[in-house]
């Protein structure tokens, strides 16, 4: 009876075991030489800026497309070769030419916890105004399980902001395994242009749907809300709303 009840206890340890281990991922980008990511971006930026003379708004819609070869492995980081083209530019209701939205070729350098290691231009000639130490690991080290969240951040026009990353779920949608993960953004960005000084509350949220077995994202959302203040007086508001999503192949 004893050994019974001692082979029934371990069974339900390995089986415990078992789910919570099934339920563990390990997130990661993978790379192969040669491999090509095609993406579509779409940017909706609504600006509200306060006057003497009362409010005034503009609007630009964007939509881009990427493609991404990877040129070399090394020591589990990849260069990457990006190319842009912009699909369409609108602002004000009013399409941009397209002389006016020339096409861009960098290059840059992503670990396998998607931190930019280097950013080299068209010449791979080193990005100046890259600064290395203020990026962050996209991805965390080690096995995550749902509800597990983990500090990073996310680039939003040249600037970093801080986020807290949420593994909400593991999911299956098309056939793909994905890891869905949520993502916060609150942090303060103290921005000097010459002469005019201000500071940008960024607020704001997203999702990144995450291919756990390509080693890739496949889908990102966000919308982020930038409250600009200069000598302590409201002078602008920015929505930015983006999404971006792989073409599948």
Known sequence: ?????????LALVLLIAGVSGASA?????????????????TRSLVYEFEFFSGNEKATTDEELSFRETVESVEDGNAMIKLQSSYIKMVENGEAVPRSETPDDTFYYTLSPQGRVLSILDADKKPEK???????????????????????????????????????????????????????????????????????????????????????????????????????????AKTVIKTKKWRVAK
């Open 129 to 235: 105004h890259f600064e290395p130490k203020k990026e962050k690991d996209l991805l965390p080290r080690g096995d995550v399980k749902p509800g597990d969240s983990w500090e990073g951040c996310r680039s939003l026009q040249g600037e970093y902001v801080k986020a807290k990353y949420t593994l909400e779920k593991l999911d299956t949608q098309k056939g793909v395994k994905v890891a869905v993960i949520r993502f916060t953004v609150e942090d303060k960005i103290d921005s000097t242009e010459g002469d005019f000084k201000c500071m940008i509350d960024v607020k704001g949220k997203g999702v990144i749907y995450f291919a756990t077995e390509l080693g890739t994202d496949i889908l990102t959302e966000s919308e982020l809300l930038c409250d600009v203040t200069s000598e302590g007086k409201p002078f």
């Open 25 to 41: 991922v390990e997130l990661k980008y993978k790379f192969k030489k040669g491999s090509v990511e095609q993406y579509r971006e």
């Open 1 to 9: 009876m004893k050994h019974s009840l001692l082979c029934l206890a």
